[in-house]
């Protein structure tokens, strides 16, 4: 029977299901996303499915491990690998660059380029926001990890548009926020502000360098320093990496209004639930207080929930050591 291939993986996280044709076991949302790919994976369910004896021993000599060390030789460290809570679109481009492009095996070839996969080239169009008119237009992009830049052009300019610096780079899926499927966001730092470009891709063959998503977004109301102006409803985006909370007038905006540098517990840094004495939301009533060593932020979330939700992150953010 298949349930003797089983491994220690399988004891602990139990799957439902096995691509045999690769030799893993897999869930059942990555079982979806393994079925569209029929040239390098064969899906069967391990409980409904006839198991022919010669799958049963390739299954035994094969499994997640040996999988995990051949296609996952060379991920680069900045790559963002998802969890089972990232959306659909992040989890199959994982899947498609691992086991269609087989991008980070030792000596991989890029299927779709013929290029090598450790160069990290890619070039294409994608569908890019515009910063005044809002509206999409196609836009080429090239990314090279030769030169550590990532570039794009406009038909209008001779040069590239912009020349981003990899290390200075952070993507991520944003498909809710850009209504897409395949919509992705990418930051950087320009000129001492983040900048960010909206893109997507019409087959969701997106750019692969994936590194972290923001920790937690969405719209809160902020006063000013003094508590007594009127508050605002702002968009607001965590960046715990960074120890940023960034915050713009609109969720698609490309440059930020401003940010609150989050530091840890030991510096003085705090969060508090509810607002100081005498301060008051006009329409939100849930308020939350970052307490910093030079002033404090005073916020008011749309509900409890949300309120509970953005002290959780900060606390998360908040009990982490600074690093230099």
Same mark, same amino acid.
């Given at each position: ?118 160069? %990290? ?6 569908? +890019?926001?515009?910063?005044? $008119?809002?509206?999409? /237009?196609? *836009?080429?992009? =090239? ?80 006063? %000013? ?6 508050? +605002?409803?702002?968009?607001? $985006?965590?960046?715990? /990496?960074? *120890?940023?909370? =960034? ?78």
């Amino acid at each position: 029977m298949v349930q003797e291939a089983i491994s220690v993986y399988w004891t602990n996280f139990y799957p439902e299901w096995a691509s045999y044709k690769l030799g893993i076991f897999i869930c059942l949302n990555c079982s979806g996303i393994h079925r569209n790919l029929p040239e390098v994976s064969r899906v069967k369910s391990i409980h409904l499915d006839f198991w022919e004896n010669d799958l049963v021993e390739f299954m035994k000599t094969h499994g997640n491990l040996w999988a995990k060390a051949k296609y996952e030789a060379k991920v680069p460290p900045f790559y963002y690998i998802p969890h089972s809570k990232d959306c659909l679109v992040l989890k199959e481009q994982w899947i498609r660059a691992k086991y269609e492009r087989e991008e980070f095996v030792a000596t991989s070839v890029c299927h779709e380029t013929g290029s090598s996969a450790s160069a %990290g080239s890619r070039e294409g169009f994608l569908w +890019k926001r515009g910063r005044d $008119s809002r509206q999409f /237009l196609k *836009r080429q992009f =090239l990314l090279s990890a030769r030169e550590g830049v990532l570039k794009y052009y406009t038909k209008e300019s001779k040069g590239p548009k912009a020349v981003i610096s990899i290390k200075d780079l952070n993507t991520m899926f944003q498909t809710e926020k850009i209504r897409n499927p395949h919509g992705l966001q990418i930051t950087y730092s320009k000129e001492g502000q983040t900048r960010n470009l909206f893109v997507y891709h019409e087959s969701g063959k997106l750019i692969p360098w994936i590194t972290r998503n923001y920790f937690k977004e969405g719209y809160m109301e902020k006063t %000013g320093p003094k508590h007594k102006e009127a508050f +605002k409803k702002r968009w607001f $985006s965590l960046d715990s /990496l960074e *120890r940023n909370l =960034l915050y713009f007038k609109d969720p698609l905006d490309a440059f930020e209004l401003g940010r609150v540098f989050i530091g840890s517990k030991e510096q003085g840094y705090e969060v508090q639930a509810g607002l100081p004495r005498g301060v008051r939301g006009k329409r939100w009533k849930a308020g939350l207080t970052i307490v910093t060593p030079h002033r404090k932020f005073v916020f008011v979330c749309e509900n409890d929930r949300e309120q509970k939700e953005w002290i959780a992150a900060l606390n998360e953010v908040l009990s982490q050591p600074v690093t230099a």
